[in-house]
């Protein structure tokens, strides 16, 4: 398991916004200005807002569909090409009736 501390580290930087807050958890759009081993999920458990349904980084799971953690824009420069890549996904359907069973407006 990875952590946020000072000794031994390396810088990782994560910005976030919140885009709709629930009961029980939010809905955020997240942008790595680093990228490190399990990043995003190490900096929201260490504001005490872990990923629903982290199995590693939160004790409290809700399903067997892993984290609900969704990547829909990654954009790098291709290692052997030099040439910028872009890739875009759909949110998976189950994160989407999570994200309405709490009332979210984003998949309504």
């Known amino acids: ?4 501390t000072q000794k031994n580290s390396k810088e990782a930087i994560t ?3 919140v885009l709709e807050r629930y009961n029980d958890s ?5 942008e790595l200005k680093t990228g490190r081993t399990h990043q995003i999920r190490v900096h929201m458990k260490y504001i005490n807002h872990p990923v629903v349904n982290d199995n590693k980084y939160n004790k409290k799971t809700i399903d067997d569909k ?6 829909y824009y990654l954009s790098f420069i291709h290692p052997r090409t030099k040439q910028r890549v872009e890739f ?4 998976p359907d189950y994160m989407k009736t999570y994200i309405n069973d709490r009332g979210g407006k984003y998949f309504g």
């Open 15 to 17: 910005e976030f916004k």
């Open 66 to 71: 892993g984290q609900y953690l969704h990547a």
């Open 26 to 30: 939010s809905l955020l759009d997240v």
């Open 1 to 4: 398991m990875m952590t946020v």
């Open 88 to 91: 875009t996904t759909d949110m």
